[in-house]
């Protein structure tokens, strides 16, 4: 069978055994894809083709490292990782900032507007998309207790006399809810954090 003919799935597993064009094929299959999706977020072409180099050069370490499951999940694996790099890109170029006090101009006499950066606000409603995508996985009485604690704010006795449990009970959900969010989060490397 050739190789263009293979599914996402086959190219991994024939990269992995050492057939160096399969992941070629894989690479242009989706090229345009990974590449928008960058440019979408940094608006920069040269910004874009270096992330995107980035991108292949972690898929491909982590690929010779064992570390891929293989799960029908390349393209939005590849895409995750593009996300994480993008974010970690903005973070250290809000670090990088560097101010000088002159004679015209002191930033510690300027006040903050309080106006997100529009990095600041892609960044916080992703975090936000990813939180909501990491729910989706917990089983339902976990579902249940995030939803009503985080998102709706109930106190965890209201939580218990709402749902007819103990105190105890509406922690250990929410105990082990948070065990394996953090799970999911270290398997996808998922970034929830702004700086």
Not at 4 to 31: N, W
Not at 53 to 70: C, H, L, P, R, S
């Amino acid at each position: 069978m050739l190789l263009s003919g293979m599914s996402d799935a086959e190219l991994v597993t024939q990269y992995i055994k050492g057939r160096e064009a399969a992941f070629e094929v894989l690479l242009k299959r989706h090229k345009s894809r990974v590449f928008s999706h960058i440019f979408f977020k940094v608006k920069d072409e040269d910004l874009a083709n270096d992330l995107f180099q980035d991108v292949f050069i972690k898929v491909i370490n982590t690929m010779k490292a064992g570390k891929y499951k293989e799960e029908g999940k390349f393209l939005p694996w590849v895409l995750r990782i593009a996300h994480n790099l993008v974010i970690d890109y903005f973070r250290k170029a809000n670090k990088m900032y560097k101010v000088r006090t002159t004679d015209d101009y002191d930033p510690f006499r300027s006040i903050d507007d309080g106006l997100d950066s529009v990095q600041d606000v892609m960044i916080e409603e992703q975090i936000h998309s990813d939180v909501k995508d990491l729910i989706v996985h917990l089983a339902n009485d976990q579902q249940e207790i995030i939803q009503l604690r985080i998102f709706k704010g109930m106190s965890f006795k209201d939580i218990a006399e709402m749902k007819n449990i103990s105190i105890n009970t509406a922690l250990g959900r929410m105990r082990y809810a948070l065990i394996n969010m953090r799970r999911l989060i270290e398997e996808n490397n998922i970034v929830l954090t702004k700086y």
